[in-house]
């Protein structure tokens, strides 16, 4: 038996050619079980893509399956949306004045109280908002309203889970808990989870799998280690790892030798460190980024960056030896 529970099929949404979003040919399939993030700059099609899905919207070519069967369009049923999928956006359709526990347990049937409240409380406990069931919605922050938004979509047994921008009104604090809750919680209880999200670093931080998208189409597929490591398209390294990404002609003026157009490297595969291979370059500037610096060298009117992870070792108009072990040609 498959462990596929979706699986997109050639699907196009195209909008007015003056409107921006739209999707074309894409195709992928989703497992059960598995995180998913989709990944891409704001109109580049990702809510396009979660609401065709959800069945929100008519698609104009391809088919969407969920579990063998095909996903149905807003003009094929009463009520848009699939019934095993709930769909959490930005402004969470939380009943503002009602209490935390009432808007979770209105998604369930009255017809058997007792197992109401033990799946209220089950999933009250699972995205760590038990001590808030008797707040008001208007009460909570946005971390814990998004908390309360997925509590309530998950509540009546859920198999996918689709989210869209999670964590743009969650702050950097919050961040990190909300996504590994949600990592937790689906590996807790078998939902399938979909997000989508301009922000690389919910991808690479929850996802089992990564789709990356840009103008509409799919560029790649895969693992995040594997995408990251591997990416097919300069776009892909520039979106995950804010990569350095040169021309031949300033490539070679740092001594890396290409037949392609483009050079494209990370900063982390660049190492302070004096070698054989290595090259002398000028420390334009030093960003403080915590734990580590981030250089900003320059050789030969070339500016690249490196990361210093022996923070304040190197200063502005230092000379140091860079190796760039690797590189990737376009």
């Given at each position: 038996m498959s462990?596929?529970?979706?699986?997109?099929?050639n699907v196009t949404k195209?909008?007015?050619?003056?409107?921006?979003?739209?999707?074309?040919?894409?195709?992928?399939?989703i497992k059960k079980g598995d995180v998913v993030a989709i990944i891409g700059e704001s109109g580049s099609g990702k809510s396009t893509l979660l609401k065709s899905i959800y069945g929100l919207l008519k698609i104009d070519d391809g088919e969407i399956f969920f579990q063998n069967e095909k996903v149905k369009g807003?003009?094929?049923?009463?009520?848009?949306?699939?019934?095993?999928?709930?769909?959490?956006?930005?402004?969470?359709?939380?009943?503002?004045?009602?209490?935390?526990?009432?808007?979770?347990?209105?998604?369930?049937?009255n017809t058997d109280l007792k197992t109401k409240a033990e799946k209220t409380n089950q999933i009250m406990e699972h995205?760590?908002?038990?001590?808030?069931?008797?707040?008001?919605?208007?009460?909570?922050?946005?971390?814990?309203?998004?908390?309360?938004?997925?509590?309530?979509?998950?509540?009546a047994d859920t198999q996918v889970l689709l989210l869209d921008e999670?964590?743009?009104?969650v702050d950097a604090l919050l961040k990190n808990q909300l996504r590994g809750d949600i990592k937790r919680v689906a590996a807790e209880t078998g939902v399938t989870v979909i997000l989508v999200s301009h922000d690389p670093?919910?991808?690479?931080?929850?996802?089992?799998?990564?789709?990356?998208?840009?103008?509409?189409?799919?560029?790649?597929?895969?693992?995040?280690?594997?995408?990251y490591q591997h990416p097919e398209h300069i776009y892909t390294a520039r979106i995950l790892g804010n990569a350095v990404v040169l021309n031949k002609a300033d490539a070679e003026?740092?001594?890396?030798?290409?037949?392609?157009?483009?050079?494209?490297?990370?900063?982390?595969?660049?190492?302070?460190?004096?070698?054989?291979?290595s090259r002398r370059f000028e420390v334009k500037d030093v960003y403080y980024k915590g734990f580590y610096d981030e250089l900003l060298l320059e050789r030969n009117g070339v500016l690249v960056r490196?990361?210093?992870?022996?923070?304040?070792?190197?200063?502005?108009?230092?000379?140091?030896?860079?190796?760039?072990?690797?590189?990737?040609?376009?």
């Open positions: 462990d596929t529970i979706i699986s997109v099929k195209q909008y007015q050619a003056t409107q921006a979003g739209g999707i074309k040919n894409i195709s992928f399939e807003p003009d094929e049923q009463l009520i848009p949306g699939h019934k095993q999928m709930k769909m959490v956006t930005q402004d969470f359709s939380l009943n503002i004045y009602a209490k935390v526990y009432d808007n979770i347990a209105s998604q369930l049937s995205l760590r908002i038990s001590q808030l069931q008797n707040k008001k919605i208007i009460e909570l922050s946005g971390g814990e309203q998004q908390r309360v938004a997925i509590a309530k979509a998950m509540v999670p964590f743009s009104q670093a919910d991808g690479l931080f929850l996802a089992d799998q990564l789709l990356i998208i840009k103008d509409g189409k799919l560029l790649q597929t895969g693992k995040p280690a594997e995408i003026k740092i001594g890396l030798k290409t037949e392609k157009e483009m050079v494209v490297f990370y900063p982390e595969w660049a190492e302070l460190k004096s070698n054989w291979d490196a990361l210093q992870l022996n923070r304040g070792a190197h200063k502005k108009n230092d000379h140091v030896q860079l190796n760039i072990g690797r590189f990737l040609e376009f």
